[in-house]
């Protein structure tokens, strides 16, 4: 297999309806016009590649980078780690994975969230990874708030973690949300149940992995990515040096 | 009963809204979250010294009531002006290629400073007019929207995703207009009256 190789067609049923009422904002913002379908095309198949480079030593530590010298971030240490594969089970090597996130109060830090809850001077609620040779990634952070939502009058988001992940090709680009094991606003949340696959959201769903939790300081979760594969026939035609 | 052979083939992650503070994660620098990260990825599509024609894309996402976003972000990944994307033989090694940028807070424009990308090969020995590809999410938007952006002064004639759009008139509104020299207009409709085409590829 080839990293320009065609991409699998989508299967837009393991993914959330792009129109969902009760989900209010998806009313006016879901395309209403089909999609167009077609193969990919070379535009698709490759993608940007990001080298480590790019990182600093803090980058996946969200308990520190952004930190005063000696504080960190309030809340519950949690370990957040797991593989970036595809739909073969091949592990996405070298790809990045960005994550975003509440304070452990429920507060993002960004100007249009003026939740009650405070800023913690020590968080900033983003970071950053890139898979090694395994497809593996590991952040450090704090287990995020729940927190109210303008939507229905008292909708609370479940605790969670944005997750945007690139593979090797463009059309392989996924946004998605963590959530952990044991909340009881999962089932509750509207945004959860734009996913029309019960099985599918039990895959947003990060299990406690007490395997990797670390004495005496850190909780451990466990979620696992898969990308959008690629196909290889002998029998497609391949532009000469691609 | 007969049965058979297992297909091991593992269904992709679900997607979930970006929501609304997408900024904080992919452009903290932008959204006020300073010294984090060195730079925000994608900061520029192109350094100094990319052969080709610099271009400045702007426009507005739109909702279904036809209100301006102020919330959107947006990707862009294109070729060189030659038509090789990055990582490929010959590739200008000053494109990036990628880019990412953001509805303005309050007028809801975005802008996109690139050079004019070249004709790229494919499917089998066609050729695609030059084009910009697009992916745009936002709170409300549950799947990311694939879309590409043409170009009204290139000739689009054979362009092998252009010709699959039944209705021609549709075709529009994935030609960005010229307004200046090198200068481009492309709003993206995300729903009803001028919506624009979006790509399942």
């Known amino acids: ?242 | 009963m007969i049965m058979v052979q297992k297909l091991h083939i593992l269904d992709e992650t679900p997607s979930q809204t970006a929501g609304p503070f997408v900024h904080i994660g992919c452009i903290p620098t932008f959204a006020g979250v300073d010294g984090v990260f060195r730079e925000d990825l994608g900061a520029r599509a192109i350094e100094s010294g990319a052969k080709g024609e610099k271009i400045t894309i702007r426009g507005h996402v739109f909702d279904g009531t036809g209100w301006e976003m102020r919330d959107a972000m947006l990707e862009s990944w294109q070729a060189d002006a030659h038509g090789n994307y990055p990582g490929q033989n010959g590739a200008d090694p000053k494109v990036n290629g990628f880019c990412r940028f953001a509805a303005d807070a309050e007028t809801g424009e975005f802008t996109l400073e690139t050079v004019k990308p070249g004709s790229v090969v494919g499917p089998g020995a066609a050729m695609q007019a030059p084009h910009i590809a697009l992916w745009i999410v936002a709170r409300g938007i549950n799947t990311g929207l694939q879309t590409r952006i043409y170009f009204s002064d290139e000739d689009n004639t054979d362009d092998p995703v252009l010709g699959r759009i039944e209705q021609r008139q549709r075709v529009d509104t994935l030609i960005s207009k010229k307004v200046g020299e090198g200068e481009y207009r492309f709003d993206i409709r995300l729903q009803g009256v001028g919506e624009t085409v979006f790509l399942d590829m």
């Not at chain 1, 913002?29 to 070379?42: C, V």
């Not at chain 1, 698709?44 to 990001?50: A, K, M, R, Y």
């Not at chain 1, 109060?105 to 003026?114: F, L, V």
């Open chain 1, 1 to 242: 297999m080839h990293d320009k190789d065609p991409l699998i067609e989508r299967d837009h049923t393991v993914h959330p309806l792009p129109y969902f009422p009760a989900y209010k904002t998806s009313v006016t913002r879901s395309p209403s016009l089909p999609l167009l379908s077609m193969p990919s095309t070379m535009t698709e198949q490759t993608g940007p590649v990001f080298g480590h480079d790019i990182l600093g030593r803090l980058d996946n530590n969200l308990v520190e980078n952004y930190a005063q010298a000696g504080g960190s971030a309030i809340g519950e240490r949690v370990v957040v780690h797991g593989r970036v594969l595809d739909q073969h089970a091949r592990p996405q090597v070298g790809v990045l994975v960005e994550i975003w996130q509440a304070n452990a109060g429920g507060r993002y830090r960004h100007k249009k969230d003026g939740y009650l809850a405070p800023l913690d001077p020590n968080f900033g609620g983003c970071g950053r990874a890139i898979t090694d040779e395994n497809g593996n990634y590991e952040f450090l952070t704090v287990r995020p708030g729940a927190y109210p939502w303008p939507n229905g009058v008292n909708d609370w988001r479940p605790m969670h973690i944005h997750f945007s992940i690139f593979g090797s090709g463009f059309g392989q680009r996924l946004i998605s949300q963590m959530y952990f094991e044991g909340d009881p606003l999962i089932s509750r949340c509207p945004i959860v149940k734009t996913i029309p696959d019960q099985a599918q959201i039990d895959r947003l769903v990060a299990p406690l992995d007490m395997s990797r939790a670390i004495p005496m300081d850190a909780l451990a979760y466990r979620f696992d990515i898969v990308l959008r594969g690629r196909r290889q026939s002998m029998f497609e035609n391949r532009p000469e040096g691609l």
